[in-house]
């Protein structure tokens, strides 16, 4: 994985393939390579270059960063590699980094593509976020098994909960990356949660933009994904089912149809123009 320095951190970044470049953004406390199980192998197979990278947190760096470091983060890396203006792909955290870059560089991005995202805070998701925080800050160790449901509660689609062989897989898979991947840097990315609305400033937004929703997603209920979707006036939504928080890694050949889907269709749009 090759390394370069962007704002003072060194950042972590893969770049596979050839064609026009996609830049993939991860969510909190995933490296980069996640998204290497699935959509950089059919990003490939159709003709695109894939970069993916370990956000700030990942990568090291002093705690008490903000989104706009991110963004500074992937902008940096996008000029580094002289891309130009290219294609985005986020997801949670992450599609709040590519939403705010479409703000503050929008000569750098041609396409996004945004899911299981949220412009604003609500009660349960702020109620949520502090009250992990307040668990990984408190150093309690919580037993690798009671984490792995957890997480498969709060990540995954009923419909995965109830196949009883692919949930071994995942529990197994949850339980390997337990609470001792909490760094100071991780806990850090927990505190980048949305503080206020910023619905009206994305309608400012004229980057053609895909946003998609999970419809099982507990952590980011589709309906904060659909919100985003109207803000934005060049967006269109799109709601997969029997998906959850993860639904890139639940079903990924629907997720990786609407990504390519969206780009072709995009872009024949924005040729015919």
Same mark, same amino acid.
């Not at 955290?93 to 479409?102: F, R």
């Not at 408190?138 to 498969?152: D, F």
């Not at 009923?158 to 898979?173: F, H, Q, S, Y």
């Not at 659909?226 to 639904?247: F, K, N, T, W």
């Given at each position: 994985?090759?390394?370069?320095?962007? +704002?003072?951190? %060194?950042?972590?970044?893969?770049?596979?393939?050839?064609?026009?470049?996609?830049?993939?953004?991860?969510?909190?406390?995933?490296?980069?390579?996640?998204?290497?199980?699935?959509?950089? #192998?059919?990003?490939?197979?159709?003709?695109?270059?894939?970069?993916?990278?370990? +956000?700030?947190?990942?990568?090291?760096?002093? #705690?008490?960063?903000?989104?706009?470091?991110?963004? $500074?983060?992937?902008?940096?890396?996008?000029?580094?590699?002289?891309?130009?203006?290219? $294609?985005?792909?986020?997801?949670?955290?992450?599609?709040?980094?590519?939403?705010?870059?479409?703000?503050?560089? &929008?000569?750098?991005?041609?396409?996004?593509?945004?899911?299981?995202? $949220?412009?604003? &805070?609500?009660?349960?998701?702020?109620?949520?976020?502090?009250?992990?925080? =307040?668990?990984?800050?408190?150093?309690?160790?919580?037993?690798?098994?009671?984490?792995?449901?957890?997480?498969?509660?709060?990540?995954?689609?009923?419909?995965?909960?109830? +196949?009883?062989?692919?949930?071994?897989?995942?529990?197994?898979?949850?339980?390997?990356?337990?609470?001792?991947?909490?760094?100071?840097?991780?806990?850090?990315?927990?505190?980048?949660?949305?503080? %206020?609305? $910023?619905?009206?400033?994305?309608?400012?937004?004229?980057? &053609?933009?895909?946003?998609?929703?999970?419809?099982?997603?507990?952590?980011? &209920?589709?309906?904060?994904?659909?919100?985003?979707?109207?803000?934005?006036?060049?967006?269109?939504?799109?709601?997969?089912?029997?998906?959850?928080?993860?639904?890139?890694?639940?079903? #990924?050949?629907?997720?990786?149809?609407?990504?390519?889907?969206?780009?072709?269709?995009?872009?024949? =749009?924005?040729?015919?123009?």
């Amino acid at each position: 994985m090759p390394i370069v320095e962007i +704002n003072g951190i %060194k950042l972590n970044y893969d770049d596979i393939g050839e064609g026009e470049p996609v830049v993939l953004v991860m969510g909190t406390a995933a490296t980069g390579r996640v998204w290497q199980l699935h959509q950089v #192998p059919a990003l490939v197979e159709a003709g695109y270059r894939a970069i993916t990278f370990d +956000n700030r947190g990942i990568s090291p760096a002093e #705690p008490g960063f903000t989104i706009d470091d991110l963004v $500074r983060d992937t902008a940096g890396l996008i000029e580094y590699l002289e891309l130009g203006r290219c $294609r985005l792909v986020g997801t949670s955290m992450g599609a709040q980094v590519c939403t705010e870059l479409m703000l503050a560089r &929008p000569e750098l991005v041609g396409q996004a593509v945004l899911m299981a995202t $949220r412009g604003r &805070p609500d009660a349960m998701r702020a109620a949520m976020s502090a009250a992990e925080q =307040e668990l990984r800050d408190s150093g309690v160790q919580i037993p690798a098994k009671y984490e792995a449901i957890i997480r498969a509660v709060q990540n995954l689609s009923p419909a995965t909960l109830n +196949n009883d062989a692919g949930i071994r897989d995942w529990l197994d898979v949850f339980e390997l990356a337990s609470s001792t991947m909490w760094t100071p840097g991780l806990r850090a990315q927990l505190r980048l949660d949305i503080k %206020k609305s $910023r619905l009206d400033a994305y309608r400012a937004i004229r980057v &053609p933009t895909l946003v998609v929703g999970f419809a099982d997603d507990v952590r980011l &209920p589709a309906y904060l994904a659909r919100e985003v979707a109207d803000a934005i006036p060049s967006a269109s939504y799109l709601e997969l089912p029997d998906c959850g928080h993860y639904g890139y890694l639940e079903r #990924p050949a629907a997720v990786n149809a609407a990504i390519l889907n969206f780009f072709h269709d995009a872009r024949t =749009e924005f040729l015919l123009k």
